[in-house]
């Protein structure tokens, strides 16, 4: 509707479409929000009240995300450019094979490495800045028109500085942190985030899109005018100056070792990485070498995916056992038909709680999908397909440890029973010998089990008390056996604090937890003796986890299980540089390839100077030590003034 409006209102509305913009991407691409709420909604609905006042709405408005309009059905839209798939390798040997003949041929190229996002493919077309058109790859040539629907991505920038004709590519994703927040408020939960985002954008009610809290990673410009790049690098660069969203993954490497060494690290981290990947794409780096080498009919010569073995299948629930942890949580475990994911075979996978069961509408004999984690059980995602023989799953209503009848509290059922009940007990011995704890080797599960029964190892001191030949009364335990077991317990007698913190078994207390608590006091008398403001104050401990660690220390029999712990001979090694060194209080976050140093290696250097790691950029951020192919935290510092320092500076300062 054509209304009249004054030079000074029209200013009015550029000017917050520019604001409201800006504190969109500080906070949706940057992660670091620069107003309240409250001033951002403020800002936001001043705009749209204007807008529906004066019906003056500029095209990048970030009022256009909402999407009112429900499609009717999508058009088609055909690609400028071909969106080729890639081809795949499955192997090392197959890499390999590949980077070889390219360097045959070219021998100083380098290679790109990025993530190989499995959501949904997209291209995005803008013309004089502004977002024009959304479409999915489709078949490469044709996809659908999803403009509306992907406007509501709050990454995506609806304007960009450069003014030139642009398509680029890339994809839509559904963060696994969002799918599980999602999930948690579900009526129905989505089974897995590649199956949420096509869903989400393939929705013909953008408010269902809008709702699932998208984002969108850009890798690629097929169509660009007035401009070329020379590299892969020089292209990515470009997209972060234009503010899209590109991930802290992008290594560049000279053959195959290196490619491969990347790729099997990627592989074990893939786990505790937010984004559903399954593999990782190698690019020739030099855009003159892809020019000369070309497309077949499917897929460009220049680019290669090394795909990871697959962590989602399906197959059948033949029954569900109830299992008590150390802390008394009473937690569902499936009973599956064999079934193989990235070369483990897996039986059983956790169901979480009751409520999850009840969510996800899983049966006995009913069809599912998994998902398997490195070193983690796996988990049931959600229902495939349920048949006449599905049964319903059965609330539990005693321990079935100790017959003890459970409690609930909140969306968990506990065992109250937990001086007496067998299952809680041996499990805190379990957990007290792990490897992030004292780190007792050989002894596992079934060793518990053993000692439990036939020793009468009841708490974690009793362990201290056991000899060899306590051990070789046991079956099957020989000389060597028992031997490089009392070995093992003699050696876990001198521990680092944080592993000690961490093997006690606090209820919500990791590993991470353990080490700032390790850093906070200087003795255990300190941590013992702290209060709840003290341990609330502690930078990522809440209340929450503050009242279980005090808590923990007000019960007699944990204090008389660590006194006969001391008195047993376990000795605490504190951290000489714990509220000290040459890092203390300094919070490090880094990103990209150093020369030299591996991200491990450089962690543990500001960590034994008394400085912390943070795997995101805040304001509360010291330095970003920056290396090679930085990505999205590189220019969050730079907005946010943080000092960015190289190796060469990191090196020198912990010298110095």
Known sequence: MDKKIDDKTKAEIEKLVAEV????????????????????????YTLLELEKKTGYVLPDSPTQRVGDAVSEGFEKHTHEARLYSLDKAQTPEEMTEWVNKVLVQYPDTQFTLEYKFDG??????????????????????????VTTQVKTIRSVPLSIDFKGHIVVEGEGIMLLSELDNYNKKA???????????AGAIRNLDPKVTASRNLDFFAYGIPVISGKAFKTQVELRQFLIDNRFLVGDFFEVRKNAKEIMEVINQIDKQRDVIDILIDGVVIKINEIATREELGFTIRFPKWALAYKFEALEVTT??????????????????????????????????????????????????????????????????????DYPDSREIKKIQVCPSCGTKLVESGAYIFCPNKENCAGQLKERIIHFCSRDAMNIEGIRDKIVDLLYKELNVRTVDDLYTLTQKDLEKLDNFKDKKSGNIITSIEKSKNIDFSNFIYALGINNVGIKTAKDLAKKYPDFDSLKDATLEDL????????????????????PKNLEIIDNLFKRGVTIKYNQNRGGGKFKDKTFVLTGTLPSLTRQQATKLIEDNGGAVSSSVSKNTDFVL????????????????IAIINEEEFLSMLNN
């Open 120 to 145: 949904l493919r997209l291209a995005l077309t803008y013309d004089n800045g502004i977002l024009t058109n959304a479409a999915t790859r489709g078949n490469g040539s044709v996809g659908e028109d």
């Open 21 to 44: 913009n800006k504190y969109n991407y500080y906070y949706h691409v940057l992660d670091s929000p620069i107003v309240s709420d409250k001033d951002y909604d403020k800002a936001y």
């Open 316 to 385: 059948y629930i033949r029954d569900v056992i109830w299992q008590v942890g150390r802390t008394g949580k009473i937690t569902p475990l499936a009973i599956l038909d064999p079934v193989d994911i990235a070369g483990a075979t897996i039986q059983r996978a956790t169901l979480n709680n009751w409520d999850d069961i009840q969510r996800k509408k899983v049966k006995i004999n009913s069809l599912v999908f998994i998902r398997r984690s490195n070193e983690v059980i796996p988990e049931i995602l959600g229902l495939a397909q």
């Open 626 to 641: 920056a290396g090679e192919a930085t990505g999205n935290k590189y220019e969050k510092a730079k907005m946010l003034g």
């Open 187 to 197: 009526d129905g939960p989505l089974k897995n985030a590649r199956n949420a985002v």
């Open 536 to 555: 609330a104050s502690i930078r990522d401990i809440g209340a929450v986890v503050a009242k279980s660690i005090y808590d923990y220390f007000r019960l």
